[in-house]
Protein backbone atom coordinates (compact mmCIF):
# COMPACT_ATOMS: atom_id res chain seq x y z
CA UNK A 1 0.00 0.00 0.00
CA UNK A 2 1.24 3.83 -1.34
CA UNK A 3 2.47 5.97 1.75
CA UNK A 4 -0.37 8.43 0.38
CA UNK A 5 -3.18 5.40 0.81
CA UNK A 6 -1.76 4.91 4.07
CA UNK A 7 -1.88 8.59 4.73
CA UNK A 8 -5.60 8.48 4.54
CA UNK A 9 -6.39 5.14 5.76
CA UNK A 10 -5.12 6.06 8.89
CA UNK A 11 -5.68 9.93 8.94
CA UNK A 12 -9.60 8.64 8.42
CA UNK A 13 -9.43 6.33 11.44
CA UNK A 14 -8.10 8.86 13.64
CA UNK A 15 -10.68 11.17 12.45
CA UNK A 16 -13.42 8.99 12.98
CA UNK A 17 -12.09 8.34 16.29
CA UNK A 18 -11.76 12.44 17.40
CA UNK A 19 -15.08 12.88 15.29
CA UNK A 20 -16.28 10.63 17.90
CA UNK A 21 -14.47 11.70 21.03
CA UNK A 22 -15.94 15.25 19.95
CA UNK A 23 -19.16 14.21 19.89
CA UNK A 24 -18.83 13.28 23.41
CA UNK A 25 -17.56 16.94 24.30
CA UNK A 26 -20.52 18.21 22.40
CA UNK A 27 -23.25 16.42 23.92
CA UNK A 28 -21.56 17.60 27.42
CA UNK A 29 -20.53 21.14 26.21
CA UNK A 30 -24.42 22.04 26.28
CA UNK A 31 -24.97 20.38 29.77
CA UNK A 32 -22.08 22.34 31.62
CA UNK A 33 -22.32 25.18 30.15
CA UNK A 34 -26.32 25.67 30.91
CA UNK A 35 -25.82 24.08 34.91
CA UNK A 36 -22.31 25.70 35.71
CA UNK A 37 -22.50 29.47 36.01
CA UNK A 38 -19.99 31.27 33.77
CA UNK A 39 -17.93 31.93 36.79
CA UNK A 40 -18.15 27.91 37.80
CA UNK A 41 -16.87 27.49 33.97
CA UNK A 42 -14.06 29.65 34.45
CA UNK A 43 -13.21 28.17 37.15
CA UNK A 44 -13.40 24.51 35.84
CA UNK A 45 -10.77 26.02 32.71
CA UNK A 46 -8.29 27.19 34.83
CA UNK A 47 -8.15 23.70 37.13
CA UNK A 48 -8.04 22.08 33.69
CA UNK A 49 -4.94 23.96 32.58
CA UNK A 50 -3.00 22.90 35.57
CA UNK A 51 -3.66 19.69 35.19
CA UNK A 52 -2.94 19.33 31.67
CA UNK A 53 0.67 20.53 32.42
CA UNK A 54 1.20 18.27 35.41
CA UNK A 55 0.21 15.51 32.94
CA UNK A 56 2.49 17.04 30.16
CA UNK A 57 5.45 17.26 32.93
CA UNK A 58 4.30 13.64 33.86
CA UNK A 59 4.37 12.51 30.75
CA UNK A 60 8.12 13.53 30.34
CA UNK A 61 7.94 13.51 26.12
CA UNK A 62 7.38 9.50 26.22
CA UNK A 63 4.37 9.78 24.10
CA UNK A 64 6.42 11.45 21.40
CA UNK A 65 9.67 8.50 22.19
CA UNK A 66 7.43 5.49 21.90
CA UNK A 67 6.48 6.90 18.31
CA UNK A 68 9.94 7.55 17.46
CA UNK A 69 11.66 3.91 18.46
CA UNK A 70 9.46 1.71 18.41
CA UNK A 71 10.20 0.79 14.20
CA UNK A 72 14.06 0.41 15.98
CA UNK A 73 12.73 -2.54 18.40
CA UNK A 74 10.19 -4.41 16.77
CA UNK A 75 12.82 -4.72 13.15
CA UNK A 76 15.29 -6.43 15.51
CA UNK A 77 17.51 -3.44 14.77
CA UNK A 78 18.17 -3.07 18.84
CA UNK A 79 20.07 -6.13 20.16
CA UNK A 80 17.41 -6.31 23.39
CA UNK A 81 13.36 -7.19 22.84
CA UNK A 82 10.55 -5.00 22.08
CA UNK A 83 9.50 -6.15 26.29
CA UNK A 84 12.50 -3.84 26.93
CA UNK A 85 10.33 -0.97 24.89
CA UNK A 86 7.41 -1.01 26.76
CA UNK A 87 8.47 -1.79 30.39
CA UNK A 88 11.06 0.75 30.55
CA UNK A 89 8.20 3.07 29.37
CA UNK A 90 5.61 2.21 31.66
CA UNK A 91 7.84 1.84 34.84
CA UNK A 92 9.67 5.35 34.07
CA UNK A 93 5.84 7.06 33.46
CA UNK A 94 4.17 5.27 36.58
CA UNK A 95 7.23 6.64 38.84
CA UNK A 96 7.19 10.12 37.21
CA UNK A 97 3.54 10.87 37.69
CA UNK A 98 3.24 10.14 41.29
CA UNK A 99 6.40 12.29 41.60
CA UNK A 100 4.26 15.53 39.86
CA UNK A 101 1.09 14.53 40.92
CA UNK A 102 2.36 14.81 44.96
CA UNK A 103 4.06 18.14 43.64
CA UNK A 104 0.66 19.50 42.89
CA UNK A 105 -1.23 18.55 45.72
CA UNK A 106 1.83 20.73 47.71
CA UNK A 107 1.65 23.64 45.27
CA UNK A 108 -1.38 24.20 45.86
CA UNK A 109 -1.31 24.94 48.83
CA UNK A 110 1.04 27.73 48.22
CA UNK A 111 -1.27 28.86 45.02
CA UNK A 112 -1.93 33.01 45.83
CA UNK A 113 -5.65 33.83 46.59
CA UNK A 114 -6.20 35.68 44.22
CA UNK A 115 -5.64 33.36 41.47
CA UNK A 116 -7.37 29.89 43.19
CA UNK A 117 -9.93 30.47 45.92
CA UNK A 118 -9.44 28.22 48.90
CA UNK A 119 -13.01 25.64 47.33
CA UNK A 120 -10.47 25.48 44.21
CA UNK A 121 -7.31 24.25 46.01
CA UNK A 122 -9.57 21.63 47.56
CA UNK A 123 -10.33 20.92 44.04
CA UNK A 124 -7.24 20.91 42.72
CA UNK A 125 -6.00 18.52 45.78
CA UNK A 126 -9.14 16.10 45.05
CA UNK A 127 -8.06 15.57 41.22
CA UNK A 128 -4.33 15.18 41.09
CA UNK A 129 -4.97 11.62 40.98
CA UNK A 130 -6.15 12.25 37.37
CA UNK A 131 -2.49 13.16 36.65
CA UNK A 132 -1.46 9.49 36.78
CA UNK A 133 -4.17 8.17 35.47
CA UNK A 134 -4.37 9.85 32.29
CA UNK A 135 -0.31 10.08 31.99
CA UNK A 136 -0.51 6.19 31.99
CA UNK A 137 -3.58 5.84 29.39
CA UNK A 138 -1.56 8.67 26.98
CA UNK A 139 1.21 6.15 27.18
CA UNK A 140 -0.42 3.06 26.48
CA UNK A 141 -2.68 4.75 23.63
CA UNK A 142 1.06 5.63 22.34
CA UNK A 143 1.95 2.01 22.04
CA UNK A 144 -0.78 1.44 19.95
CA UNK A 145 -0.05 4.73 17.76
CA UNK A 146 3.45 2.89 17.43
CA UNK A 147 2.11 -0.31 16.18
CA UNK A 148 -0.15 1.55 13.83
CA UNK A 149 -3.37 -0.16 15.35
CA UNK A 150 -5.52 2.34 14.58
CA UNK A 151 -8.70 0.47 15.35
CA UNK A 152 -7.87 -0.86 18.46
CA UNK A 153 -6.31 2.83 19.59
CA UNK A 154 -9.90 4.47 19.07
CA UNK A 155 -11.50 1.45 20.38
CA UNK A 156 -9.95 2.36 23.58
CA UNK A 157 -9.46 6.25 23.14
CA UNK A 158 -13.12 6.45 22.53
CA UNK A 159 -14.82 4.32 25.04
CA UNK A 160 -12.53 5.51 27.93
CA UNK A 161 -13.98 9.49 26.72
CA UNK A 162 -17.45 8.00 26.78
CA UNK A 163 -17.25 6.03 30.24
CA UNK A 164 -15.76 9.52 31.52
CA UNK A 165 -19.09 11.06 30.00
CA UNK A 166 -21.10 8.69 31.29
CA UNK A 167 -19.95 8.57 34.76
CA UNK A 168 -19.84 13.00 35.26
CA UNK A 169 -22.97 13.00 33.72
CA UNK A 170 -24.52 10.62 36.37
CA UNK A 171 -22.94 11.96 39.03
CA UNK A 172 -24.31 15.08 38.18
CA UNK A 173 -27.84 14.23 37.58
CA UNK A 174 -28.57 12.08 40.18
CA UNK A 175 -25.93 13.19 43.00
CA UNK A 176 -25.08 16.48 42.70
CA UNK A 177 -24.29 19.57 40.14
CA UNK A 178 -20.84 20.60 41.24
CA UNK A 179 -16.96 20.59 40.10
CA UNK A 180 -16.46 17.54 42.36
CA UNK A 181 -19.20 15.31 40.27
CA UNK A 182 -17.19 15.87 37.30
CA UNK A 183 -14.07 15.36 38.52
CA UNK A 184 -15.09 11.79 40.18
CA UNK A 185 -16.55 10.79 36.90
CA UNK A 186 -13.54 11.55 34.91
CA UNK A 187 -11.27 9.85 37.82
CA UNK A 188 -13.33 6.52 37.56
CA UNK A 189 -12.85 6.08 33.90
CA UNK A 190 -9.17 6.94 33.92
CA UNK A 191 -8.60 4.33 36.54
CA UNK A 192 -10.74 1.81 35.11
CA UNK A 193 -8.60 2.14 31.65
CA UNK A 194 -5.55 1.97 33.56
CA UNK A 195 -6.22 -1.51 35.49
CA UNK A 196 -7.26 -3.01 31.43
CA UNK A 197 -4.38 -1.73 29.67
CA UNK A 198 -2.03 -2.68 32.51
CA UNK A 199 -3.56 -6.15 32.66
CA UNK A 200 -3.56 -5.99 28.90
CA UNK A 201 -0.20 -5.59 28.52
CA UNK A 202 1.10 -7.68 31.64
CA UNK A 203 -1.03 -10.90 29.96
CA UNK A 204 0.90 -10.71 27.02
CA UNK A 205 4.29 -10.28 28.59
CA UNK A 206 4.92 -6.50 27.07
CA UNK A 207 5.07 -5.21 30.64
CA UNK A 208 7.44 -6.71 33.53
CA UNK A 209 9.71 -5.11 36.12
CA UNK A 210 13.20 -7.17 35.00
CA UNK A 211 13.11 -5.66 31.48
CA UNK A 212 13.36 -2.32 32.73
CA UNK A 213 16.34 -0.43 31.10
CA UNK A 214 18.46 2.13 32.16
CA UNK A 215 20.31 2.81 29.21
CA UNK A 216 17.72 2.70 26.97
CA UNK A 217 15.94 4.89 29.44
CA UNK A 218 18.61 7.98 29.31
CA UNK A 219 18.17 7.75 25.73
CA UNK A 220 14.38 8.04 25.77
CA UNK A 221 14.50 10.68 28.13
CA UNK A 222 17.40 12.78 26.40
CA UNK A 223 15.17 12.22 23.17
CA UNK A 224 11.21 12.70 24.90
CA UNK A 225 12.90 15.47 27.52
CA UNK A 226 12.60 18.36 25.07
CA UNK A 227 9.19 17.41 23.92
CA UNK A 228 8.14 17.73 27.80
CA UNK A 229 9.37 21.14 27.78
CA UNK A 230 8.04 21.95 24.47
CA UNK A 231 4.86 20.67 25.35
CA UNK A 232 5.44 22.62 28.78
CA UNK A 233 5.63 25.78 26.39
CA UNK A 234 3.51 25.13 24.37
CA UNK A 235 0.67 25.02 27.61
CA UNK A 236 1.49 27.87 28.72
CA UNK A 237 1.59 29.34 25.43
CA UNK A 238 -2.19 28.14 24.56
CA UNK A 239 -3.59 28.74 28.05
CA UNK A 240 -1.85 30.93 29.71
CA UNK A 241 -3.94 33.88 28.67
CA UNK A 242 -6.34 32.22 30.51
CA UNK A 243 -5.21 33.06 33.88
CA UNK A 244 -4.59 36.60 32.48
CA UNK A 245 -7.84 37.11 31.78
CA UNK A 246 -8.77 35.99 35.32
CA UNK A 247 -6.47 38.65 36.71
CA UNK A 248 -7.88 41.57 34.57
CA UNK A 249 -11.18 40.66 34.72
CA UNK A 250 -12.64 37.54 36.84
CA UNK A 251 -13.75 34.25 36.68
CA UNK A 252 -16.68 35.13 34.43
CA UNK A 253 -14.59 36.10 31.54
CA UNK A 254 -12.57 33.11 31.85
CA UNK A 255 -15.87 31.50 31.84
CA UNK A 256 -16.68 33.24 28.42
CA UNK A 257 -13.63 33.39 26.95
CA UNK A 258 -13.22 29.33 27.40
CA UNK A 259 -16.51 28.44 25.59
CA UNK A 260 -15.01 30.52 22.28
CA UNK A 261 -12.14 29.34 22.35
CA UNK A 262 -13.13 25.70 23.34
CA UNK A 263 -15.59 25.49 20.39
CA UNK A 264 -12.44 26.57 18.18
CA UNK A 265 -10.11 23.76 20.02
CA UNK A 266 -13.01 21.13 19.15
CA UNK A 267 -12.88 21.82 15.32
CA UNK A 268 -8.89 22.06 15.66
CA UNK A 269 -9.29 18.48 17.37
CA UNK A 270 -11.17 17.00 14.24
CA UNK A 271 -8.84 18.52 11.83
CA UNK A 272 -5.13 18.83 13.14
CA UNK A 273 -5.38 16.25 15.67
CA UNK A 274 -5.92 12.75 12.68
CA UNK A 275 -3.41 14.61 10.39
CA UNK A 276 -1.04 14.98 13.07
CA UNK A 277 -1.28 11.16 14.33
CA UNK A 278 -1.19 9.72 11.17
CA UNK A 279 1.58 11.66 10.04
CA UNK A 280 4.01 10.90 12.34
CA UNK A 281 4.39 6.82 12.10
CA UNK A 282 4.47 7.27 8.39
CA UNK A 283 6.79 10.42 8.12
CA UNK A 284 9.37 8.05 9.87
CA UNK A 285 8.55 5.11 8.26
CA UNK A 286 9.25 7.17 4.52
CA UNK A 287 12.31 8.63 6.02
CA UNK A 288 13.94 5.35 7.02
CA UNK A 289 13.30 3.54 3.71
CA UNK A 290 13.44 6.31 1.37
CA UNK A 291 15.11 9.25 2.81
CA UNK A 292 15.58 13.09 2.63
CA UNK A 293 14.02 13.90 -0.47
CA UNK A 294 11.05 11.48 -0.36
CA UNK A 295 10.17 13.01 3.33
CA UNK A 296 10.39 16.80 1.87
CA UNK A 297 8.13 15.88 -1.29
CA UNK A 298 5.44 14.03 1.51
CA UNK A 299 5.49 16.63 3.53
CA UNK A 300 5.19 19.35 1.17
CA UNK A 301 2.22 17.83 -0.67
CA UNK A 302 -0.03 17.51 3.21
CA UNK A 303 1.37 20.91 3.92
CA UNK A 304 -0.41 21.86 0.73
CA UNK A 305 -3.91 20.05 0.71
CA UNK A 306 -3.76 20.42 4.41
CA UNK A 307 -4.28 24.72 3.93
CA UNK A 308 -6.88 23.67 1.29
CA UNK A 309 -9.15 21.93 3.84
CA UNK A 310 -8.04 24.26 6.81
CA UNK A 311 -9.17 27.09 4.42
CA UNK A 312 -12.69 25.78 4.43
CA UNK A 313 -12.51 24.91 8.39
CA UNK A 314 -12.15 28.60 8.87
CA UNK A 315 -14.83 29.38 6.22
CA UNK A 316 -17.42 26.95 7.85
CA UNK A 317 -16.65 28.00 11.86
CA UNK A 318 -16.54 31.58 11.34
CA UNK A 319 -19.79 32.09 9.05
CA UNK A 320 -21.85 29.56 11.83
CA UNK A 321 -20.46 30.81 15.42
CA UNK A 322 -23.29 33.00 16.61
CA UNK A 323 -25.67 30.31 15.93
CA UNK A 324 -23.45 27.27 16.74
CA UNK A 325 -22.68 28.72 20.03
CA UNK A 326 -26.32 29.80 20.90
CA UNK A 327 -27.07 25.91 20.11
CA UNK A 328 -24.42 24.43 21.88
CA UNK A 329 -23.89 26.94 24.81
CA UNK A 330 -27.15 28.75 24.78
CA UNK A 331 -27.48 32.00 25.02
CA UNK A 332 -25.40 32.92 27.99
CA UNK A 333 -22.49 32.48 26.54
CA UNK A 334 -23.54 33.56 22.74
CA UNK A 335 -20.68 36.73 23.40
CA UNK A 336 -18.09 34.13 23.20
CA UNK A 337 -18.81 35.02 19.58
CA UNK A 338 -16.34 37.47 18.99
CA UNK A 339 -12.74 35.59 20.02
CA UNK A 340 -13.61 32.53 17.36
CA UNK A 341 -12.66 34.33 14.04
CA UNK A 342 -8.68 35.11 15.70
CA UNK A 343 -8.86 31.96 17.65
CA UNK A 344 -9.57 29.58 15.05
CA UNK A 345 -7.38 31.10 12.64
CA UNK A 346 -4.69 30.67 15.55
CA UNK A 347 -5.01 26.95 16.05
CA UNK A 348 -5.40 26.36 12.43
CA UNK A 349 -2.31 27.40 12.00
CA UNK A 350 -1.09 25.07 15.02
CA UNK A 351 -1.64 22.56 12.55
CA UNK A 352 1.14 24.09 9.67
CA UNK A 353 3.32 24.31 12.42
CA UNK A 354 3.26 20.52 13.32
CA UNK A 355 4.13 19.87 10.07
CA UNK A 356 7.36 21.97 9.88
CA UNK A 357 8.50 20.15 12.95
CA UNK A 358 8.04 16.94 11.82
CA UNK A 359 11.57 17.95 10.26
CA UNK A 360 13.50 18.16 13.86
CA UNK A 361 11.94 15.38 14.91
CA UNK A 362 13.25 13.35 11.99
CA UNK A 363 17.14 14.86 12.80
CA UNK A 364 16.52 14.24 17.00
CA UNK A 365 17.20 18.37 16.93
CA UNK A 366 13.72 18.51 19.54
CA UNK A 367 16.05 20.57 21.44
CA UNK A 368 15.05 22.82 19.17
CA UNK A 369 12.07 23.47 18.97
CA UNK A 370 11.11 25.12 22.50
CA UNK A 371 12.89 27.75 21.12
CA UNK A 372 10.00 29.27 19.06
CA UNK A 373 7.44 28.28 21.63
CA UNK A 374 9.13 30.24 24.15
CA UNK A 375 9.48 32.86 22.62
CA UNK A 376 5.77 32.80 21.01
CA UNK A 377 4.65 31.70 24.81
CA UNK A 378 6.74 35.48 25.70
CA UNK A 379 4.88 37.38 22.67
CA UNK A 380 1.56 35.92 24.00
CA UNK A 381 2.09 36.95 27.22
CA UNK A 382 3.25 41.11 26.37
CA UNK A 383 0.66 41.12 23.82
CA UNK A 384 -2.40 39.91 26.52
CA UNK A 385 -0.76 42.10 29.35
CA UNK A 386 -1.27 45.18 26.93
CA UNK A 387 -4.59 44.11 24.96
CA UNK A 388 -6.57 42.51 27.77
CA UNK A 389 -6.96 45.69 30.07
CA UNK A 390 -8.20 47.56 26.77
CA UNK A 391 -10.20 45.00 24.43
CA UNK A 392 -10.68 42.25 27.33
CA UNK A 393 -11.21 38.81 26.29
CA UNK A 394 -11.19 40.35 22.17
CA UNK A 395 -7.39 41.61 23.29
CA UNK A 396 -6.79 37.75 24.41
CA UNK A 397 -8.08 36.54 21.13
CA UNK A 398 -5.66 38.62 18.84
CA UNK A 399 -2.64 38.34 21.12
CA UNK A 400 -3.61 33.94 20.16
CA UNK A 401 -3.40 34.52 16.57
CA UNK A 402 -0.08 36.86 16.21
CA UNK A 403 1.80 34.81 18.69
CA UNK A 404 0.51 31.60 16.54
CA UNK A 405 1.64 33.66 12.91
CA UNK A 406 5.03 34.08 14.90
CA UNK A 407 4.99 30.63 15.99
CA UNK A 408 4.75 29.40 12.23
CA UNK A 409 7.31 31.81 10.80
CA UNK A 410 10.02 31.13 13.23
CA UNK A 411 9.37 27.32 13.11
CA UNK A 412 9.57 27.66 9.18
CA UNK A 413 13.12 29.19 9.79
CA UNK A 414 14.67 27.06 11.65
CA UNK A 415 13.69 24.32 10.12
CA UNK A 416 14.34 24.73 6.50
CA UNK A 417 18.11 24.54 7.68
CA UNK A 418 17.45 21.16 7.44
CA UNK A 419 15.55 19.94 5.56
CA UNK A 420 13.77 22.26 2.25
CA UNK A 421 9.42 22.57 3.16
CA UNK A 422 7.70 24.42 -0.11
CA UNK A 423 5.81 26.66 1.43
CA UNK A 424 2.51 26.97 -0.80
CA UNK A 425 1.61 30.51 -0.95
CA UNK A 426 -0.27 30.35 -4.32
CA UNK A 427 -3.13 27.95 -2.54
CA UNK A 428 -3.09 30.15 0.33
CA UNK A 429 -4.02 33.45 -1.62
CA UNK A 430 -6.48 31.15 -3.45
CA UNK A 431 -7.89 29.94 -0.29
CA UNK A 432 -8.11 33.30 1.02
CA UNK A 433 -9.95 34.70 -1.40
CA UNK A 434 -12.23 32.01 -2.01
CA UNK A 435 -13.46 31.85 1.65
CA UNK A 436 -13.60 35.89 1.67
CA UNK A 437 -16.06 36.03 -1.11
CA UNK A 438 -17.70 32.85 0.01
CA UNK A 439 -18.38 34.69 3.82
CA UNK A 440 -19.39 37.49 1.91
CA UNK A 441 -21.36 36.18 -1.17
CA UNK A 442 -23.26 34.69 1.86
CA UNK A 443 -23.99 37.24 4.51
CA UNK A 444 -25.97 38.97 1.55
CA UNK A 445 -28.05 36.04 1.01
CA UNK A 446 -31.46 36.01 3.37
CA UNK A 447 -32.04 32.78 4.91
CA UNK A 448 -35.20 32.24 6.60
CA UNK A 449 -35.33 33.29 10.97
CA UNK A 450 -36.10 29.99 11.88
CA UNK A 451 -34.38 27.02 13.41
CA UNK A 452 -31.06 27.79 14.00
CA UNK A 453 -29.82 24.26 13.86
CA UNK A 454 -31.33 24.40 10.10
CA UNK A 455 -29.60 27.99 9.83
CA UNK A 456 -25.94 26.28 10.68
CA UNK A 457 -27.11 23.21 8.07
CA UNK A 458 -27.77 25.47 5.38
CA UNK A 459 -25.03 27.90 5.70
CA UNK A 460 -22.38 25.31 6.01
CA UNK A 461 -24.02 23.18 2.72
CA UNK A 462 -23.90 26.36 0.64
CA UNK A 463 -20.14 27.24 2.27
CA UNK A 464 -19.01 23.73 1.12
CA UNK A 465 -20.46 23.72 -2.45
CA UNK A 466 -18.96 27.18 -3.48
CA UNK A 467 -15.69 26.92 -1.71
CA UNK A 468 -15.18 22.80 -2.73
CA UNK A 469 -15.88 24.24 -6.17
CA UNK A 470 -14.64 27.13 -6.62
CA UNK A 471 -10.95 25.57 -5.48
CA UNK A 472 -11.49 22.62 -7.42
CA UNK A 473 -12.00 25.16 -10.47
CA UNK A 474 -9.17 27.52 -9.40
CA UNK A 475 -6.27 24.94 -8.69
CA UNK A 476 -4.86 22.21 -10.70
CA UNK A 477 -3.22 20.39 -8.17
CA UNK A 478 -6.49 19.94 -6.01
CA UNK A 479 -8.12 19.03 -9.58
CA UNK A 480 -5.93 16.66 -10.34
CA UNK A 481 -6.19 15.16 -6.60
CA UNK A 482 -9.87 14.63 -6.88
CA UNK A 483 -9.79 13.20 -10.50
CA UNK A 484 -7.39 10.58 -9.11
CA UNK A 485 -9.87 9.92 -6.33
CA UNK A 486 -12.69 9.52 -8.40
CA UNK A 487 -11.10 7.53 -10.85
CA UNK A 488 -9.83 5.30 -7.73
CA UNK A 489 -13.54 5.27 -6.28
CA UNK A 490 -15.31 4.22 -10.00
CA UNK A 491 -12.62 1.54 -10.48
CA UNK A 492 -13.23 -0.17 -6.58
CA UNK A 493 -17.02 -0.09 -7.82
CA UNK A 494 -16.50 -1.38 -11.22
CA UNK A 495 -14.62 -4.21 -9.74
CA UNK A 496 -17.61 -5.29 -7.45
Not at 50 to 68: D, I, K, M, P
Not at 114 to 134: C, D, E, M, P
Not at 254 to 262: A, E, T
Not at 379 to 384: G, H, R
Amino acid sequence: MSYKKNLFKHSTHYFIGEILVILASVISFPILTRIFSKEQYGQMSLISVLLGLGVTFANGGFQQSTVRFFNEFSQNKRKCGVNVFYSTFFWASLILSLFVMTGIILLSFFLPDSTFSLGTKKIVRFTAIIIVFQTLNKLFLSFYRSEQKTILYNLCYIGKQYLSLGGSLALIFFVVANLYSLYTGIIVAEGIFVIFFIFAFMYKKKVNFYFFSKSFLKEAVFFGFPFMFLNSAFLLFDSGDKYIIQYYKGFEAVGIYSVGYSLSSYVQSAIVTPFNMAIGPLCMEIWVKHGKEATSRFLSEVLYYFIAVSGLTVLILVSIRKEILIVLASTKFAEAHVVVPFVIIGVMLYGIYNIFARVLFIYKKIILLPIGILLSAVLNIVLNVFLIPIWGIVGAAVATLFSYMFLVFSTYLITSKYMKIEFPWAIIIKCSIVALCSHFFLLRVHLFSGSKLIIIIIKTVILMVIYSGAIVLVDEKIRNLIGKLFKTLLDKINHR
